[in-house]
């Protein structure tokens, strides 16, 4: 329920700012503190690729063929749903052990 300039106040003194690609994301981009981004539609190459201090999780294409689709899906049928039809395939394929085996990563570095 915060606005989202206090969102982006927030997170540029987080140590670790985790999250797909939304503006609290972007508002932190060039900062200086660690970020781990979620992509979903979209590749490193034309998000993340300049950001500062970021590690890219995204689905594997093996699993999930048809990421990097790069469109923005306004409903569902043009989306390729996860196994329990409970969101995107891409970004659920982002496991959660995946994203606490990078923060581990990223805390040894700090």
Do not use: Y
Not at 29 to 41: C, T, V, Y
Not at 85 to 99: H, L, N, R, W, Y
């Amino acid at each position: 329920t915060w606005p989202i300039r206090r969102i982006i106040a927030f997170a540029q003194i987080c140590d670790i700012v985790i999250g797909p690609d939304t503006g609290p994301m972007w508002g932190v981009a060039f900062e200086d503190n660690a970020k781990i981004m979620l992509l979903s539609h979209a590749s490193e190459e034309n998000i993340t690729k300049h950001w500062k201090n970021t590690v890219t999780l995204h689905a594997d294409p093996v699993r999930v063929p048809c990421w990097p689709c790069h469109q923005l899906h306004d409903e569902t049928k043009t989306c390729t749903p996860n196994k329990d039809m409970t969101g995107s395939a891409c970004i659920t394929d982002i496991s959660v052990q995946k994203i606490i085996d990078t923060v581990s990563n990223i805390w040894q570095s700090l």
